[in-house]
């Protein structure tokens, strides 16, 4: 039997591979040789001292810090969470940076969109350090003690907030679906480093856009002593690759309210020209009549041939090349046969009333193919003022400030296209009082959509003196989850409506259940168990069960059905995709249940705790008969 390892994904490996695929001959004996991948990439190289880079303190660091794998776990907290055995949505508590790691083999490319809230470095909120030897035992002291600010004083004050921003991002990207795209609020303080920063991550190709978004009223000044009022913040906007699609805004174009003018041909051109191959008839002033008339399908609009108009379309084009120049002539009329696409066969220009109008008009009708709504871009910037001013009531709990108002949120979801994805999923990993999660659920709710949420947080202390200490809230994890719970009992209670996802599974990040991992080992490929008693105490079949889930890649919400076999238990993962028995003392009975579990459409993988036979002849008996009935990978923990 094949043993697990019990690490996160191996990036760095995972590059290996990649450029092994791409370039196989750079690739010897596990290592990349860069000579040879300079002679292949030819002159792309930048050989020159001086070159554009961004680069602080600790950077190389950080780096490898997103690289190293985890070997801490999630646990399972089925007190804490809400409709378990049905939800599809996650809430982790516990440090990003590793719950980032530990979900990169479950979910790595299936994220469709990523907003997040960090901290703004503004010398009050948080940013905590990440410690290279031990990050989980680091997480847990952080957690036992109240959070400290990066103030100003501090020497390395931008640097430590791009140390702790960049490995994030690195692994939050792999977990991003190439059609996929990640938002990031931020003010102007990190502003410009955010964006440097998201550039080197994602590519400068990839920017969208930086949304301005007014939050605060200009007379509503909250520091009489600064030179400058902020009113806005910004939410930099960047895509996976090139299969994200820009969705753009629906504009009503049903109406023909523009539709108003009429021309009457009064008598005969005074002439008759060719301009580019077609017969142009030219009327004086006193040769017809314009009217303007209620708006009707017969009537013509009148568009001014100015700005990108001069070259973007047909009839501009035609008039910059023919009619623009003509001197005098003012008031003229031209009618041009063949052109456009509505119910005449031709379209009229007209030059400039007199000389001071620079800008001829041409008439169009109805177009024949003139659809009820056009798509236009979305402005970057957006005036929320009166939405932020009241974003302190919602969620109906005790946490006012900091958090985005819904209605926010969801506008940003219809950037991300998830109104043309009902069953995306939105990672949020600084989700603070999960507004996110709020905001997906009504999301939900409009066109009764599946997308699935997944909530990262630090369960940061609360101030004693707040008023979510007061109410009982001890960690922002509490608030969040609360939340969570009342946001969804509340669009019940109000909708009536009880096939929408407002459960959530809650795990909480912890060190591997098996005493003996050392996550300063520099043999990652031990078994991640060799005797029973590696257990640790206080740990269950089920906390193992998800850990082993993670370290192979399945996704925390999968169907799990537990099937009972003389008081011992198998697990039926995702029917029947893995089966799992991490019992003692497994016989040849547990063995037959496991093949009578597998499907016939597709194989099943098979895992037992390597020292939970009741002797070696069962355990090798058991490896036969699984591979005579067709299961051939078989692995042992």
């Known amino acids: 039997m094949e043993k697990l390892d019990g690490k996160s994904l191996d990036i760095t490996q995972e590059n290996i591979k990649k450029l092994k695929q791409l370039f196989p001959e750079v690739v010897t004996e596990g290592k990349i040789d860069f000579d040879k991948l300079k002679l292949i990439l030819g002159e792309e190289i930048e050989t020159a001292k001086e070159k554009y880079e961004f680069t602080w303190h600790g950077k190389a660091q950080a780096l490898k810090l997103a690289q190293t794998p985890s070997t801490g776990t999630l646990r399972p907290d089925k007190a804490s969470s809400k409709n378990w055995d049905t939800t599809k949505n996650l809430y982790i508590e516990g440090d990003n940076l590793e719950v980032l790691k530990l979900l990169q083999k479950s979910y790595f490319g299936k994220v469709k969109m ?82 440097s920063l998201l550039n080197e991550v994602f590519g400068e190709d990839n920017f969208l856009t930086a949304l301005s978004i007014k939050q605060r009223h200009e007379d509503r000044i909250l520091k009489g002593d600064k030179d400058f009022h902020e009113v806005v913040e910004y939410c930099l906007i960047y895509r996976k690759s090139s299969s994200y699609k820009q969705f753009k805004k629906k504009k009503d174009n049903s109406s023909i309210e523009e539709y108003v003018y009429s021309i009457t041909e009064l008598e005969p051109p005074a002439e008759v020209i060719e ?215 509340k669009i019940v209670e109000e909708t009536g409506k009880t096939d929408l996802d407002i459960g959530f599974k809650v795990f909480k990040l912890d060190s591997s259940n098996v005493k003996t991992w050392d996550p300063e080992t520099a043999n990652l490929e031990q078994d991640l168990f060799e005797l029973q008693d590696n257990i640790k105490f206080d740990r269950t079949q089920e906390d193992l069960l998800y850990e082993i889930l993670l370290k192979i890649g399945i996704p925390l919400t999968i169907p799990i059905e537990e099937v009972k076999v003389n008081e011992k238990t198998i697990y039926n993962v995702g029917f029947g995709s893995v089966l799992l028995c991490l019992e003692n003392e497994i016989d040849l009975d547990l063995v037959y249940k496991i093949i009578e579990l597998k499907p016939e459409d597709f194989d099943s993988k098979v895992i037992f705790k390597e020292t939970g036979f009741l002797n070696d002849s069962v355990k090798t008996n058991a490896i036969q008969t699984l591979k005579k009935n067709g299961i051939t990978d078989v692995r042992s923990v």
């Not at 791009?162 to 102007?188: Q, W």
């Not at 209620?294 to 023919?322: D, Q, T, V």
């Not at 709504?373 to 402005?379: G, H, K, S, W």
């Open 275 to 489: 301009m580019g191959n077609k017969k142009v008839e030219v009327f004086t002033p006193a040769q017809y009549r314009l009217e303007k008339l209620p708006a009707s399908k017969k009537n013509l609009k009148r568009i001014r041939i100015r700005g990108s108009l001069k070259e973007g379309n047909s009839s501009g084009r035609f008039y910059m090349k023919y009619l623009d120049g003509i001197p005098d002539h003012y008031g003229w009329l031209y009618k041009v046969p063949d052109m456009g696409n509505d119910r005449y066969p031709y379209r009229y220009f007209m030059r400039p009333l007199s000389e001071k109008i620079t800008n001829g008009v041409y008439f169009q009708g109805v177009p024949l193919d003139k659809a009820d709504f056009i798509e236009v871009p979305y402005a970057n910037f957006i005036d929320m003022v009166d939405t932020f001013n009241n974003v302190g009531y919602e969620g109906d709990v005790p946490f006012r400030n900091g958090k985005k108002p819904i209605k926010f949120l969801q506008h940003l979801f219809t950037l991300a296209g998830l109104e043309n994805d009902k069953n995306g999923i939105v990672l949020d990993f600084f989700s603070g009082s999960a507004s996110t999660a709020h905001a997906l659920m009504d999301f939900n709710l409009k066109d009764n959509g599946r997308r699935k949420f997944i909530m990262v947080q630090l369960p940061e202390l609360t101030d004693e003196k707040s008023e979510a200490y007061k109410a009982g809230y001890k960690n922002i994890c509490e608030i969040g989850k609360e939340r969570i719970r009342r946001a969804g009992d």
């Open 114 to 195: 990523i907003y997040i809230d960090p901290p703004y470095n503004t010398g009050n909120d948080f940013v905590y350090k990440d410690d290279f030897r031990d990050s989980i035992k680091n997480y847990k002291e952080v957690t036992e003690q109240v959070t400290k600010s990066n103030t100003e004083s501090n020497g390395r004050y931008h640097t430590d907030w791009l140390n702790m921003m960049y490995p994030r991002l690195k692994l939050a990207r792999n977990l991003l679906a190439e059609n996929g795209a990640i938002f990031v609020s931020i003010d102007e303080n990190e502003f410009a480093n955010l964006k």
